[in-house]
């Protein structure tokens, strides 16, 4: 009889790993113990070399569903005998003395409520009946209350609930399905719901009482602030047009579309059309909000103008946690769901900043007293409707933070800092990659606050110091100067990696063509990212081949007046992309008053600021078709322009070719380097001036920009295409895309990770260990793209 460990690592904490070796090694009568470590899960055992493997393979087998096996390894140790089979916790975890510098194990992601324990939850003859805090192993929160390796009870939120001797039983008990559940608790012992007025004073702490004037307060039209896994929400009815909008008034938020929390998913189906695909992501363990189209139906139990003004899909979730599944299953009907904060600051998590803030957005505060460690707003995904294209808008809850897609071949722990809009950072550990969720946009301080508070914990997680810091060039970006910061106090130099090289670094990696044997197109379209030339760009198209990236075409530059206006105001989009033409536009014109017009000496005087941005354009087209002159949230004209060009495509299908449009804006000819911005915007200028239909117009545009990937593909000789940047959210272009060149190309599109700035902390991560070779050093300081040549213009 020989002694033997196994050891496994991945996603194999907190997902029941532990209760699954232990019933499988009693089944099998072996002799040993399993246990948590920093590294993963180690199995000791006694048995013969058969019996090992056998062990060993059904083990592999047999895993949890939530897991994820990265690496597993069985071999000899030093002979020990033991005496049946235990799990094992370490109370002074002295055997993880020898390994506190090998940190590996991956963070299980936060779980929604499973199917059974919505079943107990509601069935009034089980003990946990109601019980707002149900969970077992196989759901309830993980990520947002992990306080340190491994995971344990004691290492969690849950370490200040001791379970009483009812769960103490069941937490012991093999055969019960919360056998070693950390976070196992009931009524009797576990977190306690309270609801309050005011900061001052709690108006009952009884969980029965709390969900009663829940009800009835949302029924009679108030608004209320309801703790959620990763932060705090605020509900409304969703069919209470008032409330929706004192809602809107007290959050600074006019039109940005809110989410809706359905109670079930019948109801979805009644009043949205939903695919299997879009049922399953509803009900997956993810639990994601998924943008849908509405039915008729809606309009009869949501305000729809309300919850998404000019918006053709809404953000439908379901409960994910078993105190939303009480809320909903008691009201009934959907109610409006956000995150708790003004408009631009992060979700608030923490239960002080709730009672100092919140009372000035909601009428009451409904929390409880386990701590939220880690915040997280909820993963949203849209699914595009012709191809099914899953397109994942913002990741997060559910999602982060592993990301089992990619390992890096260095050991080095290394630290990306991402950029500004759609913040996150990635950390590498001993060749594990974790993406952090979405952080949101790092203009505020309180967004910094959070920003660094959360990568602070995972350092303090790992036990790990960053060895090399990667940032964005833009020095004015938060994640530049706190990179800076960082490598200071590591005794290292920061590296900075041009924006747009991290989009396609990004996406090259995530669909494993970081060595293809031919070269790759990046399409890379987004708002904004200074570029190497010191210009802001955003419609770029690089080649990569033989790790060198070139940036090969890219649209006109056009002036970038007026600052951060330019990206809220798709007027003044409109005027710098037309060029002359857009000076001489009474139409242009109109839309300023005689004191804004200074707008046109700025472009007059020679801007010494360019930009060869496509989100831009998306936003100067919107503008010229009179949908969206000033945005109250980024991406507000590209969604408007977005549902004209999906109606227009619902009716009349794509139309490839020329002769369905009169012409693509882009014509046949000599198509290198530059791209040219100010005709494009003059022939959608003269087909506004002809009378043509806006949902041409805007059909038109979509077509000429996809007819435009395939010219610079045949001028560049390549197979393979790579898309990313925000312009790549919008699914009704990434459907036309597959519908005109999935059958001549290969596409490739972001698969776990959202195309927007979300991917730049990752991208950031793989540019600098493969050591890619930018542009600039590829041509050593040359320009590669000559001005004299350009693709011609329809005008």
Not at 279 to 285: G, I, M, T
């Amino acid at each position: 009889m020989n002694t033997y460990q196994i050891h496994i690592n991945g996603i194999v904490q907190g997902v029941g790993f532990r209760p699954t070796v232990y019933r499988l090694a009693t089944e099998m009568r072996l002799d040993g113990y399993v246990k948590n470590g920093s590294d993963g899960v180690h199995i000791f055992f006694n048995a013969s070399e058969e019996r090992a493997n056998l062990f060993f393979k059904r083990i592999e087998q047999s895993a949890p569903s939530q897991s994820r096996i990265l690496s597993s390894r069985l071999y000899n140790v030093e002979d020990t005998l033991f005496s049946g089979f235990s799990i094992v916790v370490e109370d002074d975890h002295s055997g993880e003395k020898a390994h506190r510098h090998e940190k590996k194990v991956l963070i299980s992601p936060d779980t929604a409520i499973c199917a059974l324990c919505r079943i107990e939850l509601h069935d009034r003859n089980n003990r946990r009946y109601r019980y707002p805090f149900i969970t077992c192993t196989q759901c309830g929160p993980r990520y947002s209350i992990i306080d340190s390796l491994p995971y344990e009870r004691r290492s969690t939120s849950m370490k200040h609930f001791s379970m009483c001797k009812s769960c103490d039983d069941e937490y012991k008990d093999v055969s019960d399905r919360r056998f070693f559940s950390q976070t196992n608790s009931c009524d009797e012992c576990g977190v306690e719901l309270c609801i309050r007025e005011n900061a001052d004073s709690i108006l009952t702490g009884d969980s029965g009482e709390v969900l009663s004037q829940v009800n009835d307060l949302l029924k009679r039209g108030k608004i209320l602030a309801i703790k959620g896994i990763g932060g705090y929400l605020l509900l409304c009815d969703a069919m209470d047009a008032s409330a929706i909008r004192s809602l809107r008034s007290r959050k600074h938020r006019p039109s940005k579309p809110f989410a809706v929390l359905y109670p079930d998913e019948r109801s979805i189906r009644n009043d949205f059309e939903c695919s299997e695909q879009e049922k399953a992501l509803l009900e997956s363990r993810e639990a994601p909000i998924v943008l849908l189209r509405p039915k008729r139906d809606a309009w009869h139990n949501i305000v729809i103008e309300d919850v998404a003004p000019g918006l053709n899909r809404l953000g439908i979730m379901l409960p994910y946690s078993p105190l939303l599944e009480l809320i909903t299953s008691d009201f009934g009907k959907p109610l409006v769901a956000t995150s708790a904060n003004s408009s631009g600051s992060p979700i608030i998590y923490k239960d002080e900043e709730a009672l100092a803030y919140l009372f000035g957005i909601a009428d009451y505060v409904v929390s409880y007293n386990r701590e939220i460690v880690i915040p997280q707003d909820d993963s949203v995904i849209e699914v595009s409707k012709f191809f099914n294209r899953k397109i994942i808008l913002r990741r997060s809850r559910g999602h982060a933070p592993s990301f089992l897609r990619h390992r890096l071949r260095s050991k080095t722990c290394m630290l990306s800092t991402g950029a500004v809009l759609k913040s996150s950072f990635a950390l590498s550990v001993n060749g594990n990659v974790f993406i952090s969720q979405f952080l949101g946009s790092s203009e505020s301080y309180e967004a910094w606050q959070m920003y660094k508070d959360t990568l602070c914990h995972w350092l303090k997680l790992y036990g790990v110091k960053p060895e090399k810091v990667v940032s964005d060039l833009h020095p004015d970006y938060f994640s530049h100067r706190y990179a800076v910061e960082l490598a200071s106090e590591s005794g290292t130099d920061p590296e900075f990696i041009q924006h747009h090289e991290a989009h396609f670094a990004a996406v090259l990696a995530e669909n494993d063509l970081l060595h293809a044997s031919e070269p790759v197109l990046g399409v890379i379209w987004d708002g904004t990212g200074l570029g190497s030339d010191e210009n802001i760009w955003g419609g770029e198209f690089f080649k990569y081949e033989n790790n060198t990236m070139i940036r090969c075409h890219h649209f006109d530059y056009f002036p970038a007046i007026a600052g951060d206006k330019l990206a809220m105001e798709p007027r003044i989009a409109a005027l710098c992309a037309a060029g002359n033409a857009g000076l001489q536009s009474d139409k242009l014109k109109r839309k300023f008053t005689e004191t804004e017009w200074y707008y046109y000496q700025l472009l007059s005087n020679n801007a010494n600021l360019f930009s060869s941005s496509a989100g831009r354009l998306f936003d100067a087209v919107a503008s010229l078709l009179d949908l969206c002159d000033k945005q109250s949230y980024e991406g507000e004209a590209a969604r408007y322009l977005q549902v004209l060009v999906e109606e227009y495509a619902t009716e009349h299908g794509f139309g490839m070719d020329d002769s369905y449009f009169d012409d693509s804006l882009f014509k046949e000819g000599s198509h290198h380097f530059r791209i040219p911005t100010a005709s494009l915007i003059q022939g959608i200028m003269l087909d506004i001036k002809s009378g043509k239909a806006r949902e041409y117009i805007a059909a038109k545009f979509y077509y000429s920009m996809v007819c435009l990937i395939d010219r610079v593909a045949r001028n560049m000789q390549v197979e393979k295409i790579c898309f990313s940047g925000g312009v790549f959210q919008n699914a009704v272009l990434v459907d036309w895309i597959e519908k005109e060149h999935g059958d001549r190309y290969d596409l490739y599109f972001h698969q776990d990770l959202s195309p927007n700035d979300e991917n730049i902390s990752f991208g950031q991560m793989i540019h600098c260990e493969n050591r890619i070779v930018p542009a600039l050093e590829a041509g050593k300081g040359k320009k590669l793209y000559p001005q004299e040549k350009t693709i011609k213009s329809c005008v």
